[in-house]
């Protein structure tokens, strides 16, 4: 019996945390299995191979207990705890908890109540409204569950890997082929090069003097799980965290084609053929093709590829075709990390950061920002983690003297506060007016009305003390659906009324993501760029915003928080009072 893979694994500790948790076990044992899991699914190496070696302790959330249940696994094919909690519960009840906004507990409560145990019986239970009896549920829950069958429920579409944990792991598996004697240069391609939120594989293109000899090369990687050859100079594999590789090689007079074709989204890249086409050439990963001549251009670079279609060099972010081929375009001189002038949002141990503000602003001195504001959680966050109104003012003036102490940057007191489901602020306008800075973000009642969630967040950005909208989608890329909400109506406002809208750089998160950050700013909005780090160890999550920014097509001008503080600070709503 072969060893399990890490998705294998990981797959198994994920159940182990449902059943536990259906069969009402602590929360830390049901996340110290949640964490588990990801752990796994997330290690470069094979966590079997780790166990069998007597090293998967090193392995982060592995301890000694888990280790256990992994020598089981292999060597038995199954987790013990695991068989007796199944014979506990029918196995379609596990199934329930995959449908969105059910979950261990909540399945669990429909089970004892109404004992329903598949997703049958919940769906027959939906159409005859019998959901809105148990306490918890209703009519929206009822609805929500008959749309999610509507949509095909029981079809699971290919995960997608979330675009940093995605570079992380295809960049170490460059790095790997770099070594190799024949390579020449190995870069990122498709969506990965492009900046998009989340990829279903990994795109690596490569120049080497022996082709063939590189592509075998990427089943020697020990981050590599299996390869396998597709074709003499192409190789695909599947890492130990269950991601899809695909390579490619030539050599290095092709290897402008090579980038090109497959970083290009498939739109952009049939603009691009169809431009070819007109002046009588044909575009390819081996060349261009010159119809009159029959000769075939070879490009050792990008830029010759786009000069001999008579177009300038395009960013790999704007290759989406929206605009970036039409007649005229001038290509942008897009933002980058070092235009960054300020941060204005991160949280302390006041709420649920992991450092203090004073190591929060020796940080960000330490990134080169000149100003940084503490927007700790407000006083209705919802996670047990909340700043009462009494703790804000004690938090107002340790800011205030750290601020005095502190030379080379600016430390500002702000928050995060709640967007009450009126529009309101969770603090009141005595106390917000103490403040430099207010980030107002929706952390509570996602299932409001598309109606009602505009009206309450438009009513935040006519506020006279709210400077900014926070992450305004409240997206999570690949685990969370964006709440319902009229954005080109928070565009009008928030334009109308000098409010400003974040970027927020948390790489699960990126919202505004780049197509509303591109409308925002065509309907005259501020848009600032913040990371919304909870410690120190995360203030250069920057990048993932400003890579937000440079695929919304925006320069260092179209950003405010690039200002220096002086010019930056007339900008809020409160310097105008």
């Not at 695991?82 to 029918?90: D, G, M, S, T």
């Not at 300038?312 to 001038?330: A, H, N, S, T």
């Not at 009008?492 to 400003?500: D, F, L, V």
């Given at each position: 019996?072969?060893?399990?893979?890490?998705?294998?694994?990981?797959?198994?500790?994920?159940?182990?945390g449902d059943?536990y948790?259906?069969?009402g076990?602590?929360?830390?044992?049901?996340?110290?299995?949640?964490?588990?899991?990801?752990?796994?699914?997330?290690?470069?190496?094979?966590v079997?191979a780790?166990?069998?070696?007597?090293?998967?302790?090193t392995?982060?959330?592995?301890g000694?207990t888990?280790?256990?249940?992994?020598r089981?696994?292999?060597e038995?094919?199954?987790?013990?705890?695991?068989?007796?909690?199944?014979?506990?519960?029918?196995?379609?009840?596990?199934?329930m908890?995959r449908?969105?906004?059910?979950?261990?507990?909540?399945?669990?409560?429909l089970?004892?109540?109404?004992g329903?145990?598949?997703?049958?019986?919940l769906?027959e239970a939906?159409?005859?409204?019998?959901?809105?009896?148990?306490?918890?549920?209703?009519?929206?829950?009822?609805?929500?569950?008959l749309a999610?069958?509507e949509?095909g429920?029981?079809?699971?579409?290919?995960?997608?890997?979330v675009?940093?944990?995605?570079?992380?792991?295809?960049?170490?598996?460059?790095?790997?082929?770099?070594?190799?004697?024949?390579?020449?240069?190995?870069?990122?391609?498709?969506?990965?090069?492009?900046g998009s939120?989340s990829?279903?594989d990994l795109d690596?293109?490569?120049?080497?003097?022996?082709?063939?000899?590189?592509?075998?090369?990427?089943?020697?990687?020990d981050?590599?799980?299996?390869?396998?050859s597709?074709g003499?100079?192409?190789?695909r594999?599947r890492?130990?965290?269950?991601?899809?590789v695909?390579l490619?090689?030539?050599?290095?007079?092709?290897?402008?084609?090579?980038?090109q074709?497959?970083t290009g989204?498939r739109?952009?890249?049939?603009?691009?053929?169809?431009?070819?086409?007109k002046?009588?050439?044909?575009?390819?990963?081996y060349?261009i093709l010159?119809?009159?001549t029959g000769d075939t251009?070879?490009?050792?670079?990008?830029?010759?590829?786009?000069?001999?279609?008579?177009?300038?060099?395009?960013?790999?972010?704007?290759?989406?075709?929206?605009?970036?081929?039409?007649?005229?375009?001038?290509?942008?001189?897009?933002i980058?990390q070092?235009d960054?002038?300020?941060?204005?949002?991160?949280?302390t141990?006041?709420?649920?950061?992991?450092?203090?503000?004073?190591?929060?602003?020796?940080?960000a001195l330490?990134?080169?920002?000149?100003?940084?504001?503490?927007?700790?959680?407000?006083?209705?966050?919802?996670?047990?983690?909340d700043?009462?109104?009494?703790a804000?003012?004690?938090?107002?003036?340790?800011?205030?003297?750290?601020n005095?102490?502190?030379?080379g940057i600016?430390?500002?007191?702000?928050?995060?506060?709640?967007?009450?489901?009126?529009g309101?602020?969770?603090?009141?306008?005595?106390?917000?007016?103490?403040?430099?800075?207010?980030?107002?973000?929706?952390?509570?009642?996602?299932?409001?009305?598309?109606a009602?969630m505009?009206?309450?967040i438009?009513?935040?950005t006519?506020h006279?003390?709210?400077?900014c909208?926070?992450h305004?989608?409240g997206?999570?890329?690949?685990?969370r659906?964006?709440?319902?909400v009229?954005?080109?109506?928070?565009?009008?406002?928030?334009?109308?009324?000098?409010?400003?809208?974040?970027?927020?750089?948390?790489?699960?998160?990126r919202?505004?993501?780049?197509?509303?950050?591109?409308?925002a700013?065509?309907?005259?909005?501020?848009?600032?760029?913040?990371?919304?780090a909870?410690g120190?160890?995360?203030?250069g999550?920057?990048?993932?915003?400003?890579?937000?920014?440079r695929?919304?097509?925006l320069?260092?001008?179209?950003?405010?928080?690039?200002?220096?503080?002086?010019?930056?600070?007339?900008?809020?709503?409160?310097?105008?009072?």
């Amino acid at each position: 019996m072969p060893d399990p893979s890490n998705a294998v694994i990981a797959a198994a500790f994920d159940e182990l945390g449902d059943l536990y948790e259906l069969d009402g076990a602590v929360i830390h044992r049901v996340l110290a299995y949640r964490n588990a899991a990801k752990a796994v699914r997330d290690a470069p190496t094979s966590v079997s191979a780790l166990t069998r070696e007597g090293r998967v302790t090193t392995v982060p959330g592995i301890g000694k207990t888990l280790e256990e249940k992994l020598r089981a696994l292999l060597e038995t094919g199954t987790i013990p705890a695991a068989e007796k909690l199944r014979a506990r519960f029918p196995a379609g009840l596990i199934e329930m908890t995959r449908l969105p906004g059910l979950g261990p507990k909540r399945a669990r409560k429909l089970f004892d109540e109404l004992g329903l145990d598949s997703l049958d019986a919940l769906r027959e239970a939906a159409e005859q409204q019998r959901l809105r009896g148990v306490k918890g549920f209703g009519p929206k829950f009822e609805a929500s569950v008959l749309a999610a069958f509507e949509a095909g429920v029981a079809e699971r579409p290919a995960p997608r890997l979330v675009l940093h944990r995605a570079t992380e792991l295809a960049e170490a598996i460059a790095e790997g082929l770099r070594a190799h004697p024949a390579a020449v240069r190995v870069e990122l391609a498709g969506g990965l090069r492009r900046g998009s939120d989340s990829v279903k594989d990994l795109d690596l293109v490569a120049a080497a003097t022996d082709p063939a000899a590189l592509a075998g090369a990427l089943a020697d990687l020990d981050l590599v799980e299996s390869a396998s050859s597709a074709g003499e100079n192409a190789a695909r594999a599947r890492t130990h965290s269950g991601a899809s590789v695909d390579l490619r090689v030539v050599t290095p007079d092709q290897f402008g084609n090579l980038l090109q074709h497959f970083t290009g989204s498939r739109q952009h890249n049939v603009r691009l053929r169809e431009r070819a086409v007109k002046r009588g050439l044909h575009v390819s990963e081996y060349g261009i093709l010159d119809d009159a001549t029959g000769d075939t251009l070879r490009c050792a670079t990008e830029e010759e590829v786009y000069a001999r279609l008579g177009l300038p060099w395009i960013p790999p972010e704007l290759r989406e075709d929206r605009g970036e081929l039409d007649k005229g375009f001038v290509v942008p001189d897009l933002i980058v990390q070092d235009d960054l002038k300020g941060d204005l949002h991160c949280h302390t141990v006041a709420s649920d950061g992991r450092d203090t503000a004073q190591e929060m602003a020796a940080g960000a001195l330490a990134r080169g920002l000149q100003y940084v504001a503490i927007t700790d959680h407000s006083a209705t966050h919802g996670f047990g983690n909340d700043v009462s109104p009494d703790a804000l003012r004690r938090q107002i003036e340790l800011v205030h003297d750290l601020n005095d102490r502190t030379d080379g940057i600016e430390v500002l007191i702000g928050t995060e506060t709640n967007i009450l489901p009126d529009g309101s602020p969770d603090y009141d306008d005595d106390l917000l007016a103490q403040l430099d800075w207010v980030v107002g973000s929706v952390h509570t009642s996602f299932g409001m009305s598309r109606a009602e969630m505009t009206r309450r967040i438009v009513a935040a950005t006519e506020h006279p003390w709210i400077d900014c909208i926070g992450h305004l989608t409240g997206r999570k890329i690949a685990a969370r659906a964006p709440y319902d909400v009229d954005v080109e109506a928070v565009f009008e406002a928030a334009a109308r009324t000098g409010t400003m809208l974040e970027i927020n750089s948390a790489p699960d998160r990126r919202d505004l993501n780049d197509v509303h950050a591109r409308q925002a700013h065509a309907a005259g909005v501020r848009i600032v760029i913040n990371t919304d780090a909870h410690g120190v160890s995360t203030q250069g999550i920057a990048r993932w915003g400003v890579l937000t920014a440079r695929r919304a097509g925006l320069t260092a001008a179209d950003v405010a928080n690039t200002l220096p503080w002086a010019q930056f600070a007339p900008l809020r709503k409160r310097a105008a009072r």
